[in-house]
């Protein structure tokens, strides 16, 4: 019963981190591995109930573990079904391997749980589709911004120093990153051109040339003390001024495909 409680903790947690991967929603690890726990209960409180209590069971805790795991989040269904397509996966997989071994053993169920995990990553390792919106909390010598940013995909946009990708957004979104100097300067030169507005601002702020249906660019850009992506820690970005707006329903900037 023990072994059977740490393998489903174990099994659930992974499956839902997984889901939340391929969807791109935000992943908190604390309240995975909580509706982890809620799973492994179950699955061990199986053992002692009839099959129709059970069923109805299995439903109530798998509302709670989405719950759980992913409450909150605006698009609670596309997490919820991706974990219902990995559980039904990891299910078929898991009962092939113990069939082909004769009985179900920790390292048939981990094995299985590695090869459905790489089977459903697979399409979109290689479909170079990874689209969605994340999660940023960038800090900056004026202070902290908390924003939403779309991953677009034909965005390739990068550091022509570091080779890094940038964030793209407006200057409204962007400003309180930067010291009360910078901002008045920012606010008074919003009709100049890029390059006179670099000269007034000095240090840490650069020209980043782009590329866009209208043709070539320069854009202001300047440089934040560290960027945390879905709660990563990512270390130093550079951000780029948008004169136009970018902001979506859901979110106020724009990074490239890959994340930053």
Do not use: H
């Not at 991967?21 to 982890?36: M, Q, V």
């Not at 009360?180 to 008074?188: G, V």
């Not at 440089?223 to 780029?240: E, N, P």
């Amino acid at each position: 019963m023990d072994s059977l409680f740490w393998l489903e903790l174990t099994a659930d947690s992974v499956l839902l981190w997984a889901a939340g991967k391929l969807c791109n929603t935000r992943r908190r690890p604390l309240r995975l591995l909580a509706a982890g726990l809620i799973g492994s209960a179950y699955t061990v409180l199986t053992l002692f109930v009839p099959p129709a209590a059970a069923m109805i069971g299995k439903l109530v805790s798998l509302l709670l573990m989405l719950l759980t795991a992913y409450g909150g989040e605006r698009k609670l269904w596309r997490p919820a079904l991706a974990f219902l397509f990995l559980s039904a996966v990891y299910g078929g997989i898991a009962a092939a391997v113990t069939a082909a071994a004769g009985r179900a053993t920790a390292r048939a169920l981990i094995f299985s749980a590695g090869i459905s995990l790489g089977v459903c990553a697979l399409p979109f390792r290689f479909s170079g589709v990874r689209g969605g919106v994340c999660e940023l909390r960038m800090i900056g010598e004026g202070g902290e911004v908390r924003l939403k940013a779309l991953r677009d995909t034909g965005n390739r946009l990068t550091d022509p120093f570091s080779g890094k990708p940038v964030v793209i957004a407006s200057e409204k979104v962007l400003a309180p990153l930067f010291s009360p100097e910078c901002r008045s300067i920012l606010e008074a030169t919003a009709g100049e051109a890029p390059e006179e507005r670099m000269e007034k601002l000095g240090r840490g702020f650069c020209l980043i040339p782009l590329r866009t249906v209208n043709g070539s660019a320069l854009a202001l850009s300047g440089k934040v003390i560290s960027v945390y992506q879905d709660s990563q820690a990512l270390g130093a970005c550079r951000v780029v001024f948008s004169r136009e707006s970018v902001e979506g329903p859901d979110y106020s900037a724009i990074i490239g495909g890959d994340g930053i």
